[in-house]
C-alpha cells in the first residue's frame, strides 16, 4: 500500500502539462469516476494518498526550514562566536571592514558632536570646557568604534555560518528527493487547487509587491540590509543598477510563466488576472 501511494504521488509529482487543459481533465475523470462501481474504494484511497502527501509535505518543509535556522545559531554561538572574537580582537587596529562602515561611523560622531553643540547652546548642558568637550567627544568615539568593531565581526560569522546553512539545505535536498518530489507534488496541487479569483488575487499580490510601481524603497531596504549582514560595502551604484534590471527580469520570468503554462492549464484564471488588473 504504501509502494503505491509513493508511485502515484511521484506520478503526481512529474505530470507534464497536456494539450488540454486540466481544469478539463478533472471534469472527464470526475465523470468517469461518478460512473465507476469502484468510486467508493478509489476515493478512500485517494483520501489516504492525500493524507500521506499532506502529512510528508509539511514535515519535509519544516525539516527543510527548521534545520538549516538551527543550525546556523548553533554553529554561530558554539563555534564561529568564540573563534572570530578571538581572532579579531587580535588584531586590535582593525574596525571597519568597508568605506560604507567608515562613513555611517564619521557620520555617527559628526551627528553627536553637532548634538553635544546644540544643547550647550539652548542651555541644556552648562557650559563646558574643551577639555570636557574632548573627552565626551572621545568617549563616543571609543563607543562607537566598539559599536562597529561588533558588526564587522558579526559580519564575518553570517558569512561562515550562512553558508554552513547553505551545505545543510542542500544536503537535505539531495538526500531526501523522494520526499522532495512529494513536496513538489503537494505545491502544485496546492496552487493549481486554488479557484481562478485566488489565483489571480495572488499573481496580483505577488507582481505589486516585488516587481510593482512601489517596490524600489522597498528593494532598495532589501538590498541594504543583505549588504550590511555580509559586511558588504553599501554602493550606491549597485543597489541602483540591481533595481533597475533585477525586477524587470523577474517580470519578463513571470509572464513568460503566465503565458507558458497558467494560460494552457487554466486560461481562465489568466481572464480573471486581466479583468482584475485593468
Given at each position: ?14 505530470e507534464?502539462?497536456?494539450i488540454?487543459?486540466r ?16 468510486a ?6 485517494e ?10 509535505s509539511v ?11 538551527l ?6 554561538i ?24 567608515e ?15 546644540f ?5 541644556k ?11 565626551k567627544i ?22 561562515l ?8 539545505f542542500?544536503?537535505?535536498?539531495i ?5 522532495f ?14 479557484s481562478?479569483?485566488a489565483k ?12 510593482g ?7 532598495e531596504?532589501?538590498i541594504?540590509?543583505?549588504l550590511r ?15 533597475s ?34
Amino acid at each position: 500500500m504504501k509502494y503505491w501511494n509513493l508511485k502515484k504521488i511521484n506520478q503526481s509529482a512529474f505530470e507534464k502539462t497536456g494539450i488540454i487543459p486540466r481544469s478539463m481533465n478533472k471534469l472527464f475523470n470526475r465523470f468517469k469516476q461518478e460512473l465507476n462501481p469502484n468510486a467508493e474504494v478509489e476515493a478512500l484511497e485517494e483520501f489516504k494518498v492525500a493524507k500521506y502527501q499532506t502529512s510528508t509535505s509539511v514535515k519535509y518543509i519544516i525539516v527543510l526550514l527548521i534545520t538549516p535556522i538551527l543550525m546556523n545559531h548553533f554553529s554561530k554561538i558554539s563555534i564561529l562566536d568564540p573563534l572570530v572574537n578571538h581572532l579579531w580582537n587580535r588584531n586590535s587596529y582593525r574596525i571597519f571592514l568597508n568605506r560604507s562602515q567608515e562613513e555611517r561611523a564619521f557620520a555617527d560622531l559628526q551627528r553627536f558632536e553637532e548634538k553635544l553643540h546644540f544643547e550647550v547652546l539652548i542651555g541644556k548642558l552648562d557650559s563646558l570646557s574643551v577639555e570636557s568637550v574632548h573627552a565626551k567627544i572621545s568617549d563616543k568615539a571609543l563607543e562607537i568604534a566598539l559599536e562597529y568593531s561588533h558588526e564587522s565581526a558579526n559580519a564575518i560569522k553570517n558569512i561562515l555560518a550562512d553558508f554552513i546553512s547553505i551545505i545543510i539545505f542542500l544536503s537535505i535536498l539531495i538526500i531526501n528527493k523522494r520526499q522532495f518530489s512529494i513536496l513538489k507534488s503537494f505545491i502544485n496541487e496546492l496552487i493549481y487547487g486554488l479557484s481562478d479569483t485566488a489565483k489571480a488575487f495572488l499573481i496580483i499580490l505577488f507582481t505589486d509587491i516585488f516587481v510593482g510601481f512601489h517596490s524600489p524603497h522597498g528593494w532598495e531596504i532589501v538590498i541594504e540590509a543583505i549588504l550590511r549582514h555580509f559586511g558588504l560595502p553599501e554602493s550606491r551604484d549597485f543597489i541602483f543598477i540591481f533595481i533597475s534590471t533585477f525586477p524587470v527580469v523577474l517580470d519578463t520570468i513571470f509572464k513568460y510563466w503566465i503565458f507558458r503554462y497558467l494560460n494552457r492549464i487554466s486560461p481562465s484564471a489568466v481572464a480573471t488576472y486581466h479583468n482584475m488588473n485593468e
